[in-house]
């Protein structure tokens, strides 16, 4: 029976045209993907030649005065790329990859990133994960959406069921039948991908393998579903593209707009502005008022003098610090409010498989706001850790020949990769059973 379903399955157009929409599709798809690697790669290999560089020029005009050569020196940390960032971009195309930063304040270098064309942004990137949440559902839709009723609008039901020992299996094998062909190209591109990507068979592809097949497996059960409520074609086409609008653009923009309002972070602006004001209005100031907090801070750098008559490094870098000083708790409470969106649409998603889909690849490939959040706290422990290396040599006016510039290079951030398998698996399989089931009680009266 099998053999027969699927003979004739082969012989419909929309198997051809599936067949080549999903494959051609998602080829680009992971080719896009493979020029976003090499791209990132190639900003890599830039940043870190031009810090030598910078490095090796500065050295030329400031290398009697170490505290003038380290206003101007840049030091990079770029977050280790990984090659599942390619199956889902995420927003790391608004999150860079690396900073450069001085050993000045920090929180007005905390959120630089690249200018990007805001059309190209909102129409979003063609990656896997784009393929596999809006492509694979509309296909599966095409698919199966006259399973039962094209048979009925044709007559040729009631010679079916005559020559049919259980009309119900009958149809479950003929929908089984194009689900396992969607199924078996959504496998292929994914191992294709680990190929051509270079992606390694570990957890974390299983994991993005898993959610894939949770997530067809939710809309195989729609459709099911809405098939075995006996309506006509042209209504079950109606119902199963509007369910598709509204849960793969309708509700993910409602999600959004939501948390966005919900949880505004003028913060953003905020410690910015005061940083700046905390750095600029210390001009005025008496350096000694200017130095108590810094001193605080650092108490091992009370033994250095401060001289009220004259400039001095230790005034000029303390005044800096305390700018980010003054900025903190506004920081602070922006990463709270960022965290926040993310936990709400965390809550969110478990009641809606597209958002929940795309959250976890976005997750599982590192590309997700929590992800750009630990990095900045990354860059933060860096930043601190090259001042205070710095600070000492700075204080005690010695010469950049002190300094090993070899061992300054650009350094990677390697965040740790986690998930909880039950926050992955259960919210799709629930609700894909629940829905199934359903689907099965009404094709059981047919």
């Known amino acids: 029976m099998y053999y027969l379903l699927f003979k004739s ?5 929309i198997f051809l045209v599936s067949l080549v929409l999903l494959l051609t599709v998602g080829l680009i798809s992971i080719l896009i993907g493979k020029h976003y690697l090499i791209k990132q790669e190639k900003t890599i290999v830039t940043a870190q030649k031009f810090q030598e560089e910078r490095i090796e020029r500065n050295l030329e005009y400031h290398s009697d005065d170490l505290g003038l050569l380290l206003y101007y020196l840049r030091f990079t940390l770029i977050k280790a790329p990984t090659t599942f960032s390619a199956i889902s971009i995420g927003q790391s195309d608004i999150n860079p ?133 006996k309506k006509d074609s042209s209504f079950n086409a109606l119902i199963l593209i509007s369910i598709w609008v509204v849960l793969t653009i309708l509700a993910p923009a409602i999600v959004n707009n939501y948390v966005l309002n919900a949880y505004q972070v003028p913060e953003a602006l905020n410690a910015m502005v005061a940083q700046r004001d905390g750095y600029h209005e210390k001009w005025d100031l008496k350096k000694n008022a200017t130095m108590t907090g810094f001193l605080e801070a650092y108490p091992q750098y009370k033994k250095y003098p401060v001289p009220e008559d004259k400039f001095s490094w230790i005034w000029y870098y303390g005044m800096q610090h305390m700018g980010d000083l003054e ?31 795309q959250l976890i690849f976005n997750s599982l490939a590192g590309t997700d706001m929590e992800s750009h959040l630990k990095f900045l706290d990354a860059l933060t422990e860096f930043h601190e850790n090259l001042r205070l290396s710095f600070y000492t040599k700075i204080f005690e006016d010695n010469s950049a020949d002190t300094i090993d ?24 399989l629930l609700i894909s059973l629940i829905i199934g089931t359903l689907g099965l009680f009404n094709l059981r009266k047919i």
């Not at 965290?339 to 498989?353: G, N």
Request: proline share 3%; charged share 20%.
């Open 9 to 13: 399955f082969v012989r419909t157009k």
């Open 97 to 229: 990859l690396l900073q450069a930063v001085t050993i000045r304040a920090l929180e007005g270098q905390k959120y630089d990133t690249d200018f990007e064309n805001p059309s190209l942004l909102m129409s979003g990137n063609l990656d896997l994960g784009f393929v596999i949440i809006y492509l694979f559902p509309l296909v599966l839709i095409a698919m199966t959406f006259n399973l039962y009723s094209e048979e009925k609008e044709l007559g040729t039901w009631k010679i079916v069921a005559a020559q049919t020992v259980g009309k119900t299996r009958f149809l479950l094998k003929k929908l089984l039948v194009r689900i396992l062909f969607v199924l078996v190209i959504l496998i292929f591109l994914l191992f294709l991908a680990s190929v051509i990507l270079q992606i390694p068979v570990d957890n974390t592809f299983i994991a993005i393998c898993i959610q894939s097949i949770l997530y067809l497996s939710f809309w195989s059960a729609l459709c099911l579903w809405i098939i075995s409520r």
């Open 327 to 357: 900025s903190k708790d506004i920081s602070i409470k922006m990463k709270e409010k960022m965290m926040m969106r993310a936990s709400v649409s965390k809550k969110v998603a478990l009641f809606i498989p597209t958002i929940h889909t």
């Open 405 to 428: 510039w070899k061992n300054h290079g650009a350094k990677f951030y390697h965040p740790k990769r986690h998930f909880d398998w039950g926050y992955l698996i259960l919210p799709t």
